[in-house]
């Protein structure tokens, strides 16, 4: 078992879980990643719009960080989930010849729910 990835799978899946919790039950803003994302898309669209406050392109700005957030926590969470699946090479195994998946079939396998034949 590699311990490295375990922490590090186990810290992104659940920094991420507590950054939806609080973003979606606060009443105070959202969580500390979710403060981030927005904040470097809010700068670089104000910075595209030429530092103009009144710019058309803003208006796009509020769904681009909506989307940028939900996309990060996708990915956070099948990060988290992929590094704790990769800490044990045994967490996946081909039922047929017993032998164990690469990293790639493990995710696809476990995460997406795809099956692999062969």
Known sequence: MNFLYLFLGAFTYTSIALDIIKTTFSS?????????????????????SGKKGKAKLLEYAGPSILTSTL????????????????????????????????????????????PLWG
Not at 28 to 48: D, H, Y
């Open 28 to 48: 105070s803003g959202g969580g500390r990643i979710t403060e981030l994302v927005s904040r470097a898309v809010w700068k670089i669209f104000f910075f595209i």
């Open 71 to 114: 996309l990060t926590w996708v990915l956070g969470l099948w990060a988290g989930l992929f590094l704790l699946l990769l800490s044990d090479p045994d967490s996946v195994v081909n039922s047929t010849t017993l032998s164990s998946a690469t990293p790639l079939g493990n995710y696809i396998m476990r995460v997406l729910r795809f």
